[in-house]
Nanobody
Framework: QVQLVESGGGLVQPGGSLRLSCAAS????????MGWYRQAPGKQREYVAS???????NYADSVKGRFTISRDNAKNTVYLQMNSLNPEDTAVYYC?????????????WGQGTLVTVSP
């Protein structure tokens, strides 16, 4: 079992920045991929960014150039630095981990942290 706890959400003005963090604990196996998804009211949950335990990153086109994902493998923590935020970025942001234990895949979600971008 893996537990994911997000933090860092809040209210920010358009053009501002926020840094989200997600701490993982439990039975974590390497290699794995940790990342962020988001869900706005009335919309489907969508992919934001991901990073492997080896440091390879990917981003959704909507956030590329504005968001930066990073991780501290020693702390099993992933971060999302969000710059140049728009009202369209308002959503609940969810942390995710995807990996395998002895060839068996696992997939866990955090409870989410709310990001609101508004003047």
């Amino acid at each position: 079992q893996v537990q994911l706890v997000e933090s860092g959400g809040g209210l920010v003005q358009p053009g501002g920045s926020l840094r989200l963090s997600c701490a993982a604990s439990g039975s974590i196996f390497n290699p794995n991929t940790m990342g962020w998804y988001r869900q706005a009211p009335g919309k489907q949950r969508e992919y934001v960014a991901s990073i492997t335990s080896g440091g390879s990153t990917n981003y959704a086109d909507s956030v590329k150039g504005r968001f930066t994902i990073s991780r501290d493998n020693a702390k099993n923590t992933v971060y999302l630095q969000m710059n140049s935020l728009n009202p369209e970025d308002t959503a609940v942001y969810y942390c995710h981990i995807d990996g395998a234990s002895w060839g068996f895949p696992y997939n866990y979600w955090g409870q989410g942290t709310l990001v609101t971008v508004s003047p």
